[in-house]
């Protein structure tokens, strides 16, 4: 999401309105993600969605030549 987009709803209504009915209609029971986990913008974001984190991995993603940890989310939206 672009800075100046971000804090309007656009993801929320995206993920409630678009995502999850189509994962539901298409028998799509389980939805996976990695954040970065320094991203604590991203993590609450999904977390506000139902989103839970289930798992952290360190070093798994090189950004600028620093490895960086991420956390697994998921959530099951049927």
Wanted: net charge negative; aromatic share 12%.
């Amino acid at each position: 999401m672009t800075p100046g987009m971000r804090g309007r709803g656009v993801g929320s209504v995206l993920w409630r309105e678009g995502i999850f009915p189509f994962c539901r209609e298409n028998g799509l029971w389980h939805v996976g993600a990695s954040v970065m986990a320094h991203n604590k913008g991203a993590i609450s974001f999904y977390e506000n969605l139902g989103f839970r984190v289930c798992g952290h991995h360190s070093n798994l993603v090189a950004w600028d030549g620093v490895l960086l940890d991420a956390v697994e989310i998921e959530i099951w939206p049927g």
